[in-house]
């Protein structure tokens, strides 16, 4: 499934990265972000959501967040 | 000896750059404020040494892989001009990612000393981190730093010691031994070598690195995101947070201040005035006076009320609640074709619009880049704050909902303009976004107080050069007629100034200010919008804004809109007017700089100048036609002139685009 329909205060394993261009792919690499990495849900706001991945939060669109499948 | 201070966004690089060499660069707990590299010096009183020391503070990077093109100044730097010492930033709350970045610094063969900052987080957190088995494993020199703070316990004469010593050792810095690291040539190598780089750091923070509280786990800031970040309650607690800011700083503290600007100022005036005496040239008299100390004067004197909202913002920034106002704004960002990541350069733009438009910079898709350089100049910078302070005060009756409002209508007109950019273009290219949100903090106030001291600086050398020589010639341009004769104080309308501003003046009749000392105001404008209020009090020869109770004696509001010749109405379309026109010269080069483009530059002069108009006709028109029931004055042609330009906006959208590319998907860097 894609991280979208994760369930806050739940953490997940990474096992793709579909993300639509490569760069992108990458960026969230040098986050700690890619297969085999854990992500935790943090919270959902708005169309965002709120993340946890190595020991920082962020926010990410429900865009970004279909590209991240766990 | 040179170094190089790098590390991830938000670490602090900035912060520690300050604090090592005194400088006062712009700071903010959100990442991706510094888009330029800045050099400094370290201050004496931390180099023990002859030896020069300068840093050089680099834009925050998390990688510097070939394959990420996100931040490549860091490299490109360290390759071009050989930096004697690495001082790697390292944020101690998150060193399973910031090794990262120091894995890959460490194999350029330079030697790299890791200041681990915002160790005090750690403190709070319970995390406990072994910074000598760390030094050991990573081979350098590891030293705990705090730079949010002053005195000995900071950690940074400990630093210098150390970036001093690595710079004596003249030895190769060694590197983590990763296989492959060096030889890795394609794509999928680098990756394999980027998977393996993360294990050995996972194994590396394994071991020197203690928690209590899993960074996963719910914390305080989490449940304040859900609530300021939240999707309905975001928007209002935002409007609540700046009407807040504008109260304390046009309605309680900045008055209070200013009060006591403006007795300095009257002081200057009469002890400049009676030491002339009657002796001086009139002219000379009226120019040193009414020109210089009552224009500079009028300037100098929203000083406080600039002062306190800088403070207030950098306090917001410190916080980190800024990231989340960005979060907050992404929706509607997203559906013009823009990403949260635009809103940065617009709350920078909110102090002033040229490093606003600079940090476009970090937006990869040219025509998001090239929207928000072109949109961020709409936001109310402090240079505008007198303008809004001058009419809110004498028309409005100090009312904190004007600035308020002027904001908000800065962010609508903001999302309308992309809208319409897009339209215009034809780009329907999406973008994710993605943003780091920074640990909420107790803000310093000798942070924020640092910050508003580097923008007044700035304000006050304005005030000295060019607002100084605009209102010179301001007065000089009044004083006189073509014939170079001193035009008499009954009919100033023969002065240079007003054959000149007249015909300006003529275009603003339908916006309800066509009166020539509001149009030479807007020129001066231009040039920067400082000198709005300084000729303003110029030509109307007034000296004093600032004390309203001053004008209020003449015979209260009648007589002071008496002064002005214009209604209230006619007072917010002129602020309207001048809030959205282009901001000065110096913004329009920065835009031009950026945009790299004529037609751009061009297409966004023009599209703020029309933007100005429109807005100012409507609320002019349409607020004349609620008070009294019927339009103002010139209302047709101005509609002509109007439509005539909404109707090329809208030519501009259906005319026939060329091929676009394949909708593209850009990324966003946190």
């Not at chain 2, 933007?611 to 339009?631: D, E, R």
């Amino acid at each position: 499934m894609t991280l979208t329909e994760g369930m806050p205060n739940t953490s997940y394993t990474i096992t793709d990265i579909v993300a639509k261009e490569d760069g992108m792919k990458d960026f969230l690499f040098s986050l700690g972000c890619f297969p085999g990495e854990d992500i935790t849900i943090i919270s959902q706001l708005a169309s965002n959501m709120i993340v946890n991945i190595k020991d920082a939060r962020y926010s990410i669109d429900s865009e970004l967040a279909k590209a991240i499948v766990v | 000896m040179k170094i190089a201070l790098a590390g991830n966004p938000n670490s602090g690089k900035t912060t520690l750059f300050n604090a090592l060499t005194g400088k006062i660069e712009h700071v903010g707990n959100w990442p991706g404020v510094t888009v330029e590299k800045k050099e400094g010096s370290i201050k004496r009183s931390l180099n023990g040494s002859s030896e020069k020391m300068t840093v050089v503070d680099l834009p925050g990077a998390y990688s510097c892989s070939p394959y990420t093109q996100e931040e490549s100044i860091t490299k490109d730097f360290v390759m071009k001009e050989q930096p004697d010492v690495i001082l790697n930033i390292v944020d101690a709350t998150n060193l399973s990612r910031s090794l990262f970045f120091t894995s890959q610094l460490l194999e350029l063969g330079i030697p790299v000393v890791v200041a681990l900052n915002k160790s005090d987080l750690n403190v709070k957190q319970k995390t406990v981190i072994d910074t000598l088995l760390l030094s050991e494993k990573l081979h350098c020199p590891v030293v705990d730093t705090v730079a949010t703070k002053g005195g000995a316990s900071n950690g940074l004469s400990q630093l210098v010691q150390a970036i001093f010593g690595a710079y004596l050792s003249k030895e190769k810095q060694r590197s983590l031994g990763i296989r492959n690291a060096q030889t890795a040539a394609t794509k999928e190598e680098v990756q394999k070598v980027d998977e393996k780089r993360f294990k050995v750091i996972a194994s590396i923070v394994k071991e020197v690195e203690r928690r209590n509280v899993h960074s996963s786990s719910q914390k305080m800031g989490d449940a304040i995101d859900r609530v300021v970040a939240h999707k309905w309650l975001g928007i209002p607690i935002f409007v609540l947070v700046i009407w807040f800011v504008f109260s304390l700083s046009q309605s309680w503290l900045g008055p209070f201040l200013a009060d006591f600007f403006v007795g300095l100022i009257d002081g200057l005036y009469a002890l400049v005035d009676s030491a002339m005496g009657d002796s001086v040239n009139p002219v000379l008299h009226s120019l040193l006076l009414d020109g210089i100390i009552g224009g500079v004067g009028a300037v100098i004197g929203f000083l406080p009320l600039i002062m306190v909202l800088f403070f207030t913002l950098a306090l917001l920034e410190d916080v980190g609640y800024m990231a989340r106002v960005a979060v907050v704004m992404d929706r509607f960002f997203k559906k013009i074709g823009l990403s949260g990541k635009s809103i940065i350069p617009m709350i920078v733009s909110t102090g002033c619009a040229i490093p606003g438009v600079m940090a476009t910079r970090t937006i990869k898709n040219e025509r998001q880049r090239r929207t928000t350089a072109m949109l961020s100049p709409f936001m109310p910078c402090g240079a505008k704050l007198p303008i809004i302070a001058l009419f809110s005060g004498i028309f409005f009756n100090e009312n904190s909902w004007v600035g308020t409002s002027m904001y908000m209508l800065a962010i609508i007109v903001v999302i309308v303009s992309g809208l319409v950019i897009r339209k215009i273009t034809g780009d329907t290219s999406q973008s994710y976004f993605i943003m780091e949100l920074p640990e909420y903090r107790v803000p310093s106030v000798k942070r924020a107080a640092l910050s508003m001291l580097n923008r007044a600086k700035a304000f006050i050398i304005k005030a000295g050069t060019i607002i100084l020589v605009c209102n010179a010639v301001v007065q000089l341009l009044q004083t006189f007629n073509w014939s170079f004769q001193v035009v008499g104080e009954s009919n100033p309308g023969q002065s240079i100034l007003a054959s000149i501003a007249s015909p300006i003046a003529f275009l603003f009749i339908p916006l309800g200010f066509g009166i020539w000392q509001f149009a030479a105001a807007a020129i001066t404008g231009f040039i920067a919008k400082e000198n709005v209020v300084g000729t303003l009090a110029v030509t109307f020869a007034i000296t004093n804004f600032i004390d309203v109770e001053e004008l209020a004696l003449v015979g209260g509001t009648t007589e002071v809109m008496a002064v002005f010749g214009i209604g209230s109405v006619a007072a917010l379309a002129y602020l309207v007017f001048n809030l959205f026109t282009p901001p000065c010269f110096a913004a329009i080069g920065a835009m031009n700089a950026e945009l790299e483009s004529k037609k751009w530059l061009f297409g966004a002069i023009g599209y703020q100048l029309g933007t100005g108009y429109t807005l100012a006709f409507f609320v002019y028109q349409f607020g004349t036609l609620f008070t009294t029931g019927s339009f103002g004055t010139a209302f047709v042609p101005g509609l002509i002139a109007v439509a005539a330009m909404i109707g090329f906006i809208i030519y501009l959208i259906k005319r026939p685009k060329a091929v676009q590319s394949v909708s593209r998907t850009v990324k966003v860097g946190a």
